[in-house]
Each structure stands twice: as structure tokens, then as C-alpha cells.
């Protein structure tokens, strides 16, 4: 499949790097999409990835298991049938290196057809790893997305195996909803966010119901789902 990337982005990846990649920029708390809550760093590791698989075949397995299987988001499940979603395995081993692949499936994104590709998992086993700098990295997809001119258009939601929500204990089920395998940036289409929430207005619900199901599942109950290959 071959997409047209029209705009030329090296002097704005430059800027940003500039601004957001300096040692003293100060780190923040980040909102993150359809959980109202802020995000503050995690202590300790999930271990999750017991299963080994590689990083999309993980990631593949969390979805129908976790997110689909117990029904965590119910937008997941048409888009991974329609095979709608575009799986990405970052070789990136640094900062520098994923923040210009994330520009590059930014542009591929919103090029696309939505039928084609509604949304991308980009999946980075290599690089912030420390939820601390993974929260920080998440200024720099922000300031992308501004850069590239296509903010209200795409957004980013974050995912990483040790995500912590403020005011929860490290070992706290609450953190399981975005606890995915490998640290992963989920690019998202506003326009069908906005679908989304209308087919489904009362999404504080969702947030409400999956507390309750990962409260009767516990953590024992998680890591025996996520490490069931059967």
C-alpha cells in the first residue's frame, strides 16, 4: 500500500527536538484519552511480556484477551474484525528515532482511507521502557501532531506496561486498563472518537464497568489471562 507524504517535516522534527528534547524540560502529568484521570509515574514492572512472543504477537494477544475479551473498549472489536488496525513494530532504540517514526505513521494515518486504516498501534519494545519518559515522551507526540498541522485530526493515546493513574498504588487493578505488553503509542482518528462517543455517550460507563470487571478478575486473574496462549 503506498501513501503520498506531502508535507516536509525534518526542520519541524528539528524545533521539537530542540524544545522538548532539552535535559531541564520539566516533566508533567498528561491526560490520557476516554479515562479522565492524570497519569503519574509507575514503580515497578507489570510483567506482563511472561508470554513470549514478539512485540506485536503480544500486543495482538492482549487485544483479543484483555481489551476485546473482556470487553474493556467496545470500539475495539470491529476495527480489529474489519482488520482495519495498522500493526507496527518500532526497530527504534532511542528518543530521536521514534519521534520521527511517529511522524512518519502521523502522515500515513491521515493519508489513509479510513476503511483501510482506521487507527495504528505503533509498538516501541526498545525505547522508554521508564514510564517516566514515556510520559515525557508524550509532549513530543503532542508538539508533532501540532507541527504537522494536524491537531482536532489525529490524537495520541498511551499505553505502557507499568502505566499508573494518580493516586493509585503501583499494584492497584485500576492500571490494568492501559497496562499493554510493551510500551505503545495508539494513533487515533478524532473524527471517529467523536463517532464513537455519540454511538456511546455515556462513556464514563465504560470507565465505571471495566473497574468492576478487573476488580473480579484481579491481578492473579490478569497475569493467568495474559499468559494463556490456549
Avoid at 535535559?23 to 509507575?42: H, I, M, Q
Avoid at 516501541?124 to 508524550?138: A, G, I, Q, R, T
Wanted: with cysteine.
Amino acid at each position: 500500500m503506498e501513501f503520498t507524504i506531502t508535507q516536509d517535516f525534518p526542520a519541524g522534527l528539528d524545533r521539537l527536538w530542540a524544545v522538548f528534547g532539552r535535559p531541564d524540560y520539566p516533566r508533567r502529568k498528561y491526560r490520557a484519552f476516554g479515562t479522565g484521570r492524570l497519569v503519574e509515574a509507575a514503580t515497578r514492572h507489570s510483567g506482563d511480556n511472561a508470554v513470549e512472543m514478539n512485540a506485536i504477537a503480544a500486543t495482538r494477544h492482549w487485544l483479543e484477551r484483555a481489551v476485546i475479551g473482556l470487553n474493556l473498549c467496545p470500539f475495539a472489536r470491529a476495527v480489529h474484525l474489519k482488520e482495519q488496525i495498522r500493526w507496527v513494530e518500532s526497530p527504534a532504540r532511542d528518543v530521536p528515532g521514534l519521534l520521527a517514526e511517529l511522524v512518519h505513521e502521523l502522515q500515513l494515518l491521515a493519508a489513509a482511507e479510513p476503511a483501510t486504516v482506521e487507527t495504528t498501534l505503533l509498538i516501541h519494545p526498545h525505547v522508554l521502557s521508564d514510564f517516566l519518559d514515556y510520559n515525557d515522551f508524550l509532549d513530543l507526540a503532542d508538539a508533532a501532531i501540532e507541527e504537522l498541522g494536524l491537531a482536532g485530526v489525529l490524537q495520541v493515546a498511551s499505553f505502557h506496561p507499568d502505566y499508573r493513574f494518580a493516586g493509585t498504588a503501583p499494584d492497584d487493578v485500576d492500571n490494568l486498563t492501559n497496562r499493554s505488553p510493551h510500551p505503545m503509542l495508539h494513533l487515533l482518528r478524532e473524527e471517529s472518537i467523536a463517532r464513537a462517543v455519540a454511538a456511546f455517550p455515556d462513556t464514563a460507563a465504560i470507565y465505571e464497568r471495566n473497574i468492576a470487571t478487573l476488580r473480579r478478575l484481579g491481578v492473579e486473574g490478569w497475569h493467568r489471562l495474559m499468559t494463556d496462549t490456549a
